[in-house]
């Protein structure tokens, strides 16, 4: 089981130049399944953002490559210009706001495991129903579903051992 060397290269101009005009979200990510990290450059269209979130999996390293905008992490504001290297904790509220010429920024993180799909988990078995539980004597229904005889006549029940 080999790690991938295949070399992910890129310069940030090329990048640019090759996104469709107006083209925002990941111009770039690494690829591979036998990777440790994940990185992304993301481009965020002017004004785009500025929504509050919360990443709890893993801390995210983020640096500005072009563009400004502001940064909101656990409500304390930075504005943004290239060359801005932050670390942004996971469980901290964090907003990213573009300014009027839009941002590009890399992130890198510790790479999560995909989702998967686990198999439910077994239903809680019905209780058991005691509508069978009717004398065959005076047609009166048990009311305990683990009856023997009938609370109205005292017949032993249909389908249920005498005694115990």
């Given at each position: 089981?080999?790690?991938?060397?295949t070399p992910q290269t890129?310069?940030?101009?090329?990048?640019?130049?090759?996104?469709?005009?107006?083209?925002?979200?990941?111009l770039w990510r690494l690829?591979?399944?036998?990777?440790?990290?994940?990185?992304?450059?993301?481009?965020?269209?002017?004004?785009?953002?500025?929504?509050?979130?919360?990443?709890?999996?893993?801390?995210?390293?983020?640096?500005?490559?072009?563009?400004?905008?502001?940064?909101?992490?656990?409500?304390?504001?930075?504005?943004?210009?290239?060359?801005?290297?932050?670390?942004?904790?996971?469980?901290?509220?964090?907003?990213?706001?573009?300014?009027?010429?839009?941002?590009?920024?890399?992130?890198?993180?510790?790479?999560?495991?995909?989702?998967?799909?686990?198999?439910?988990?077994?239903?809680?078995?019905?209780?058991?129903?005691?509508?069978?539980?009717?004398?065959?004597?005076?047609?009166?229904?048990?009311?305990?579903?683990?009856?023997?005889?009938?609370?109205?006549?005292?017949a032993r029940l249909a389908?249920?051992?005498?005694?115990?």
């Amino acid at each position: 089981m080999g790690v991938e060397h295949t070399p992910q290269t890129a310069t940030v101009a090329g990048l640019l130049a090759a996104a469709a005009e107006g083209q925002g979200g990941a111009l770039w990510r690494l690829r591979g399944a036998d990777r440790q990290l994940d990185a992304n450059v993301v481009r965020h269209l002017p004004g785009a953002g500025g929504a509050l979130s919360t990443e709890d999996a893993v801390d995210v390293m983020m640096v500005v490559l072009s563009g400004t905008g502001i940064l909101t992490l656990d409500g304390a504001q930075s504005h943004l210009a290239p060359g801005f290297l932050a670390l942004l904790p996971r469980g901290a509220a964090r907003a990213l706001l573009a300014g009027p010429k839009g941002l590009v920024v890399l992130t890198v993180h510790r790479r999560r495991r995909g989702m998967s799909i686990a198999p439910a988990a077994p239903a809680a078995p019905p209780p058991p129903c005691a509508l069978h539980l009717v004398c065959a004597r005076c047609h009166r229904h048990a009311i305990e579903v683990d009856a023997r005889y009938c609370s109205g006549c005292g017949a032993r029940l249909a389908g249920r051992p005498a005694g115990g």
